[in-house]
């Protein structure tokens, strides 16, 4: 037991100065964003059955291709990996190749194809074995197949794909110096295009040139990726509309630099004093646990007793050692939750909406919603746009923050007014 207490105060040490990591480091713009792999058919190696072609020329990606050449209206495909796993398909006869996953890992795998011959009766077409060796556990599930179908369009995938605030900050930044040294819009994204080493990068940016050489307009050309966030799009359609597109371009930089400034320090001012608090409680869980055991055993020699506050601590520290699995239990799950709101931004979002309605917190928050309004206010008018139209963009800036604050949608201008510094003439 002694030695499974210090191996859990080491580990629990080293958990805690995990977020000290990237401490002091630069952060590193890359432009790798969520994609989605397409499988093909190439035919390269195959498995000829006639009437039934399966193409195993990518089982290291993780996935076979069937091309059936039948007449049957419907067909049942059956995939045996190790252990005798079984999975079964029912598929609609299609002249596209269908695709299926090798979820079983490395190994050998039968496929066996059945044609409906009437109701519920099939008969057996072909039957064969492969031998999968994957490039990567998980490539088998990175590819659309017949248990999750998606595409590039799918809700999720576009979510994904949304540019972070430091690929919004090099983007807007660089077009912007494009634009003021008098080159145009479409040139600019040539320029970049080629600078561009990513391939996802370079894929979105030749997305935005084609839109360009068709519409003309930057605007529609950035929507259509669908990569870039709702404030963004539209101060560049107002850019676009007032002739003030190099202006509008420098601001939004300035905008997402002032985003990722009060993120960065909101994530400092709360990891040190989280770390600094998890190490004292080691430390005050070691001197219960182990020091204080000593100065009892002193007393005991001495023929005296502890009393008092010490005999408390005594006490405590004799109850956290009877508790031991329970505390760990209890500290590790609070360090997965911890982790878990860190890491995944759906609940890092809620936590921070459900912490920003407590107390001081809530002041903080307004403090901050104002500040937005008043830089969507100022880049707004900078941008060209006129007061009534200023004034709906900063009243729909306003309304999201309220969103992320409150989880609903403000009631009023007046709310908007009192809690979250809304001023406008009420004359307009």
Known sequence: MKYVIKIILIVTCLIIMLPFGGC????QVTAQKAGVLKPEAPGKEVLDHGEAVVDISNVAQGYVALRYKGSAKKISVEVIGKNNKVYKYFIERTKEPTYFPLTSGNGTYQISVYENVQDDEYSVLMMDSFEVKLKSKFLPFLYPNQYVEFT??????KEAKKLSNEELITFCG?????????ISSLEGIYIMEDGDVQTEGREILKEIRKELEMCGMLY??????????EYAL???????QTGRLDETMEALAAYYQREEEILDAVKSAVTYPVAMLGMLLVIVAVLFIKVMPVFEQVYMQLGQEMTGVARQLLNIGDWMRQSAIVLVVLAVVILIIVFFVIFYKKARIEFISKIQTIGFMKKIAWKRARTRFAGGMAMALKSGIDMDESLKEAVIKGAVQCYS????????LSYMEKHY???YDKDI
């Open 152 to 157: 590039s369009k799918t809700k999720a995938v």
């Open 24 to 27: 002091g480091r630069k952060k």
């Open 421 to 423: 510094g809304l001023e």
């Open 405 to 412: 604050v409150e989880g609903r949608y403000p009631e009023s």
């Open 234 to 240: 539209h101060m560049t359609e107002i850019g676009e």
């Open 174 to 182: 660089q077009m912007a110096l494009i634009l003021k040294s008098g």
């Open 220 to 229: 529609p050309a950035m929507e259509k990726t669908g990569v870039f966030p």
